[in-house]
């Protein structure tokens, strides 16, 4: 709504009420006139104006890091006492330092580039598969009958026990990975996709068809469009679990390389300090990709 826009609303039968709401001064009134008598509440509400972006901006900011800094300082506390064994939980100053040595040296970031291929590798082949799919099954009823059980039981199968079959088929290396990592994004794109163009309205579709559109011209200025916030959530979902896929690939393939054969290395030398390490490095990664659909979003709203 526009600044100055007001918006009324009248009821009449034994009674009226009226509503008026400026959005300029943020004043709210409200009048209920009833056959007995009347009651007036005005102003009532009125807000100073829109909240400073600094202020929303620290309110999304300073409580993650508070709830981070008292985790902090009961880890801290709690391995300076001695309470709990530093092979199972080192004090936060060794994680520190092996993490600070690990990046210096490389090694994280070169077992990072390995599982950030293979993620997002298994992501675009599963954006690729998916799309097409959750936009099959929403305009086919036959289509979605027959697909959807198999989508189900595929999903419903946990990935440790695919990843040893695909092991099997395609061998050692990268490409089972993309594939497995493939499977785990699959399901829940196309569901939202399909979902997303489910609940187009049919309004905006009839009269697009009274206009003339139909096939893509359909699909890419009227459907897509309106679909749009599903198929970016589902691309925010898909590009998050894609880390979980790449990393069971690389639990199951025994890889040479990754962030996952770095976990499982540490957990046989029974280093805590560079497995916590490798931990915070997949944390760090996971919020680059979230920062990353965050920027999808915001080009899709400047496109859109």
């Known amino acids: 709504m526009s600044l100055g826009n007001t918006f009324q609303y009248s009821f009449d039968r034994g009674k009226s009420m009226s509503v008026t709401t ?164 699959l399901f829940p794109m196309v569901i939202t996709t399909a979902l997303g163009v489910q609940t187009i309205d049919n309004i905006y579709t009839d009269a697009a068809r009274v206009e003339g559109a139909s096939g893509w011209s359909m699909l890419a200025h009227i459907e897509f469009p309106l679909a749009l916030p599903a198929v970016l959530a589902a691309l925010r979902i898909g590009l998050t679990l894609s880390i979980t896929g790449a990393l069971v690939g690389e639990f199951v393939n025994n890889s040479a390389q990754g962030l996952g054969a770095l976990v499982f290395e540490a957990k046989d030398q029974l280093n805590t300090p560079l497995l916590f390490a490798t931990l915070i490095v997949l944390a760090g990664l996971a919020a680059l990709y979230y920062g990353v659909s965050r920027l999808l979003i915001k080009l899709a709203e400047i496109v859109y």
């Open 22 to 185: 400026t959005t300029e001064n943020e004043s709210f009134e409200l009048q209920e006139t009833a056959s007995g008598g009347s009651r007036k509440q005005s102003p009532g509400i009125r807000r100073s104006g829109t909240t400073p972006i600094a202020t929303q901006r620290s309110m999304l900011i300073v409580p993650p890091l508070i709830l981070a800094l008292i985790i902090i300082i009961s880890w801290f506390i709690s391995t300076a006492t001695g309470r709990v064994p530093d092979f199972i939980l080192p004090a936060p100053r060794d994680v520190f330092a092996t993490l600070v040595d690990g990046l210096r040296s490389g090694l994280f970031l070169s077992n990072a580039l390995v599982t950030i291929q293979e993620s997002l590798l298994g992501f675009f082949l599963g954006v690729i598969i998916a799309l097409p799919l959750g936009y099959a099954i929403a305009k086919s009823r036959l289509f979605a009958a027959t697909v959807q059980p198999y989508l189900a039981v595929g999903q419903a199968i946990p990935a440790i026990v695919i990843a040893p079959i695909l092991v099997i088929w395609l061998g050692y290396g990268l490409f089972p990975i993309t594939i497995l990592c493939m499977l785990v994004v």
